[in-house]
């Protein structure tokens, strides 16, 4: 099942109530719901089964993981998509009737209910509660719900220091990514797993679905543009999970001095990667649906341009526009303004001639049209490419040059192949899921 917007569930609430017995009765011994249980999460029910989508988070799976934790001092690596689904009761005030509803609960919120002793909470880029702009530094603090210390880990430092893992018995990670390469939370695994490595702390992952995870795209990274945008020569779009882009850092030998990371993944349960996922919480301030996450991969090649992929308005990355470009053939316009996510968008308040994408229908593929489209259509092309910017989103000299030289979509993708038919070779042998 697919949603175009995170809050359109509501019907799926009653399906829930419906099926509540089929899918806390007949699933693995591990998910059933106890009197005890009950007792313990304060009368929440962790059913451990998402009936919205068919499958099970790895932070779902409690009973996988809390003896994992038992009698651990904690550090976690979370952000506000961080959740537990849980079933809630409640009572009608008007009739007294008995109903449940599906909601959510962050799992920093849930293990310290079950005593579980959090050290600490390490925040990556847009901070704990998601609310930073891209890129903007993050400071250290405590957050004001838990009062536990929070270490950014895009702020001062972008890799635990040693004094952050002291006195530390385990990290957990649990972090919804989008599966493109340049979406930085997978940074924030391999320098956690380097600095975890260097300190012999084991991490526990807890898996989440890939929502761009059914394909693999785009150029792959060349080592010399190594960036906090792209640390590893991949593809922009890599088709894995957290849990397994883990097990390929490992595997690759990525990490410093050819460090091992003591990693255990909680996999997601009845899941495949031809499952299509709609995010329940948004991951980052700018990807506000399932089709902004969709035109990710395509639109995010404009952030190393000059132009506008919707940052200022309610369609981030689902339509892109300048002042430079051909008013007669861009027809579509609008005027980015500051607004959460975005205090500087680009062209912040001035007219902006581009394509509406709202609506546009992608599957299975990030394309290059719409920023060829865009160069071809730029009254003035020496203002459309920042280049070294670019160049870090691409991870590649060569996609510039492609687009300024006039080549097809279907030509510069030809020079892919090569790379993509290697890369899945060797994804292949990290994959958990078909």
Known sequence: MRFTNFKNRVFLIIIGTVLLLISCGNFSRSNKITQENKKKYSNEVYCGVSLFEGFVVGANQMDLYLPILKDKRIG???????????????????????MTEWTYRHIVDSLKALNIDIKKVFAPEHGFRGKADAGEHVEDGIDTKTKLPIVSLHGKHRKPTPESLENLDIVVFDIQDVGVRFYTYISTLHNVMEACAEAKIPILILDRPNPNGSYVDGPTLKIEHQSFLGMHPIPLVHGMTIGEYAQM???????????????????????????????????????????????????????????NAGRGTEFQFQRYGAPFLDKKIMTFKYTPVANFGAKYPKHQNTLCYGEDLSEEELHGEMTLKWIIKAYQNAIDKSKFFNTANFTIHAGTTELQKQIEAGLSEKDIKATWKDDLDAFKKTREKYLIYN
């Open 76 to 98: 976690i690596v979370a952000n506000q998509t961080s959740i537990i689904e849980i079933l809630k009761p409640l009572v009608d005030t008007d009739s007294g009737l008995e």
């Open 249 to 307: 850092i490992n595997g690759e030998n990525w990490l410093a001095d050819g460090l091992q990371c003591d990693i255990t993944v909680i996999p997601i349960k009845n899941y495949s990667h031809y499952i299509a996922y709609s995010l329940p919480i948004r991951p980052s301030p700018n990807l506000p649906n399932d089709q902004s996450i969709k035109l990710y991969p395509s639109l995010g090649l404009f952030e190393g341009t000059n132009i």
